[in-house]
């Protein structure tokens, strides 16, 4: 093996090696307990309201991680949300784009649709068991960088 093959080796398995602990830094992340993540929560709802008054919802929108943080209070908080009023948790985009971010939440498992009323006039989303620990790890990396935490 010649010179510059081993140092090709050696760059490659240090590169390796360095993917390996920033996996595991990231999988050692930092878990908050409950009253943490939804103070954080609320201050996330709070900053993204702050901004789209200031420059317009449209120009920042988000309507997934607006509808989420919604849910994601209302799962703490014992309050039921309905289709219609989620809509409103992403201000300023129209009902049809809200309803296909909705649907497509549903289909990746985040969300779940419930039709209490036999008419399907009210219909209840929740947020499943897996798109609660995506918020509450997104919510745990998010206090972690808050408070100056590795980037």
Known sequence: MGLSNMARSFTGRREERRVTIQKRRHDMAQIYPPDRRIDMCRRLVAMRRTIGEAIGYRLCPSPVWDMLLDLYLAQYEKREVYLFS????????????????IAEM?????????????????????????GLAIVDRLLDRIIELWEGGKS
């Not at 989620?86 to 971010?101: E, F, G, M």
């Not at 549903?106 to 989303?125: M, S």
């Open 106 to 130: 549903e289909k990746r498992g985040l969300v779940t649709r419930d039709i209490p009323r036999p008419d399907g006039r009210r219909v209840a989303i929740s947020m499943t068991a897996q």
């Open 86 to 101: 989620l809509y409103t948790a992403a201000p300023d985009i129209p009902q049809s784009t809200a309803h296909r971010k």
